[in-house]
């Protein structure tokens, strides 16, 4: 694992187990490109990436490189795409559809219904099992343009470049019948499990906190009439 990773952005943050606060960063490590730094007394190299900077003891090598970025790209346990770059993502075709007018799209939230139960039930090791073969199944059933990221717990954001909602029911129905007929094995034992699903469009007079917050009424929705369904709105 790497040291840590700094996004230099307007929300200064830093993953890993380093203690550097925004002044160190600013004098010591920002600007700087495979160099080393002293750090606690100890040497680190730095390495930019981006708007980013990955911090490590090793010199930066491809490998610590192609670390990162699997690490900063996707989620370790499922192998999507992680939140933050789900979010990026689709700020990203929010801001084309607004910007041209074009490429509308639409979205899903899933969630494992009833995910804590899996947990209390058979263990931990079982709940990520769930959600392993979740994502194995969206990314079997999506196409190659859509994008599938893990944006919480047991929550999944699929982004459906071109799509209405009509063709994201049907790509949503498709998904809820394939988990609800599979089963996996754990211990010797069978876990079945169901999903509920929100879907929205993006609208011209849409921000993100208006797409994502219509999607997650639709995903509440669904959990409120039973689970096991799809909303849209």
């Known amino acids: 694992m790497l040291d840590a990773v700094i996004y230099n952005d307007d929300d200064f943050k830093v993953e890993g187990n380093l203690d550097i606060d925004k002044s160190f960063f600013e004098k010591n490590i920002k600007n700087k490109n495979c160099e080393k730094v002293k750090i606690n007394g100890e040497d680190y190299w730095v390495f930019k990436k981006d708007n980013c900077y990955i911090i490590d003891k090793f010199v930066c090598l491809d490998e610590t490189i192609e670390e990162y970025e699997k690490n900063a790209i996707y989620d370790g346990l499922t192998g999507c795409y992680n939140k933050r770059e789900i979010v990026e993502f689709l700020n990203k075709f929010l801001h084309n559809y607004i910007r041209y007018k074009k490429d509308p799209f639409s979205l899903l939230m899933l969630d494992i219904d009833h995910f804590k139960k899996i947990n209390d039930t058979y263990g931990h090791l079982a709940g990520d099992m769930a959600l392993k073969e979740m994502a194995n199944i969206i990314r079997n059933l999506i196409r190659k343009s859509d994008l599938c990221g893990r944006f919480g717990g047991e929550e999944f954001l699929v982004i459906l470049p071109n799509t209405k909602i009509a063709g994201a029911l049907k790509l949503a129905n498709r ?27 993006v609208g011209i007079n849409d921000d993100y906190n208006s797409l994502m917050s219509r999607v997650d009424e639709a995903l509440y929705e669904a959990k409120n009439k039973g689970r096991n369904r799809i909303e849209y709105r």
């Open 175 to 201: 998904i809820k019948d394939a988990i609800e007929n599979h089963s996996f094995k754990f211990k010797n034992r069978e876990i079945k499990f169901t999903i509920s699903i929100g879907i929205t469009a």
